[in-house]
C-alpha cells in the first residue's frame, strides 16, 4: 500500500515533468499548485498529533494538539512557531499557569479544577505575538 510520503513524492515529480515540458500550459501550472497544496494540507491532518507537553514547552512543531497535567505552577514558553499557526492546548491541574508575554490573552481564565481548551494563533514571529482564548466545558 502506497503511503501519502510517496504518493506526494510521486506526483511531485510528475507535475514538475510536466511543468518544466515545452507543453507546459497556464493551466497546468494552476494544478500543480492546487495539487501540491491539496497534498500539504493532507500531510498535515495526518500529523495532527496529541503530543504531550515536555519541560514546559510547546514545540509548534511536534504536533497540532497538546495536553498537559500541571503538578506545580507552570510557566509554558512557546518554539518554532510561524505565523498564522493555531495550536491547541488541552490543559488541567489545580496550580498556577502562565503564558508567554508575548500571549495576549482574547478571552477567558484558566481554571485548574477542569479541562482547559487553550487556542493559540501564532500572528508574529519576530517579534513573537499570540492571540489566546480559554474555554471550559459548560
Known amino acids: 500500500m502506497a503511503t501519502l510520503s510517496s504518493l506526494t513524492t510521486s506526483v511531485i ?4 515533468a510536466k511543468i518544466t515540458a515545452a507543453t507546459a500550459t497556464s493551466e497546468d501550472i494552476v494544478l500543480q499548485s492546487k495539487a501540491l497544496q491539496q497534498l500539504a494540507d493532507s ?8 503530543v504531550e507537553i515536555p519541560a514546559d514547552t510547546v514545540d509548534f512543531s511536534a504536533g497540532q494538539v497538546f495536553t498537559k497535567t500541571l503538578g506545580a505552577d507552570t510557566t509554558l514558553t512557546f518554539t518554532n512557531f510561524n505565523i498564522g499557526e493555531v495550536k491547541d492546548l488541552v490543559i ?6 502562565t503564558l508567554p508575554v508575548a500571549a495576549n490573552i482574547v478571552t477567558g481564565i484558566y481554571d485548574g479544577t477542569v479541562d482547559n481548551l487553550i487556542q493559540v494563533l501564532c500572528t508574529s514571529s519576530s517579534p513573537a505575538q499570540f492571540w489566546v482564548t480559554i474555554n471550559q466545558p459548560v
Not at 515529480?13 to 514538475?16: Q, R, S, V
Not at 500531510?43 to 496529541?50: I, N
Not at 488541567?92 to 499557569?97: A, K, P, S, V
Open 92 to 97: 488541567t491541574g489545580d496550580y498556577t499557569l
Open 13 to 16: 515529480n510528475y507535475l514538475d
Open 43 to 50: 500531510q498535515d491532518l495526518l500529523t495532527s498529533v496529541s
